[in-house]
Structures are given as structure tokens and as C-alpha cells.
């Protein structure tokens, strides 16, 4: 794993466990009914967290895919706009 491997997996990981704490927010928020607008707003960040996960795995697959010239291995640009949809 390079360098610029290990950058994207770290930004990954912090904004997973960004995610995690904010979820676990969500559950106390629950536990403790809070108002509707706390728990919302806590599930908001939640979500915000994941998809900037996730559009940086993307991201990080569409750098890749473009250094490569003909690697029948990697995914098709097919796969990778499926991909990128599914976390609009």
C-alpha cells in the first residue's frame, strides 16, 4: 500500500468513526427522547458522514481506474457510475 493508498484509507476510517459517534449520538438522543429536531439533526450528520465515506472510496476507485490504461481487472465505468448513484 502506497502512500496515497494509506492517506485515503485513513481519511476513510476518521470519517467512519466520525459516523460511528455521531450514530451512537443518535441512539442516546433516542434513549434519553430528546426532541424529533435533535434526533433528526444527529441522523443528518450520520448520514453526511457515510456518503463522504463512501464518495471518497468512489472517488479514490475513479482516480485509480483512469491511471490504468487497458487492466480488464478493474471495475467497468458502468460498475463505477452504479456505484456513485447508489450513494446519491
Known sequence: MDNTDQE??????N???????QLDAVIAAV????SCRDVVTQLAAVTHALNRAGFVIVA???????GRSDDAEG?????LE????SLA
Open 8 to 13: 485515503v484509507q485513513r481519511r476513510v476510517v
Open 15 to 21: 470519517r467512519l468513526r466520525r459516523a460511528r459517534g
Open 31 to 34: 434513549e434519553a427522547d430528546s
Open 60 to 66: 479514490s476507485a475513479l482516480e485509480e481506474c483512469v
Open 75 to 79: 471495475p467497468t465505468v458502468e460498475e
Open 82 to 85: 452504479k456505484v456513485f448513484l
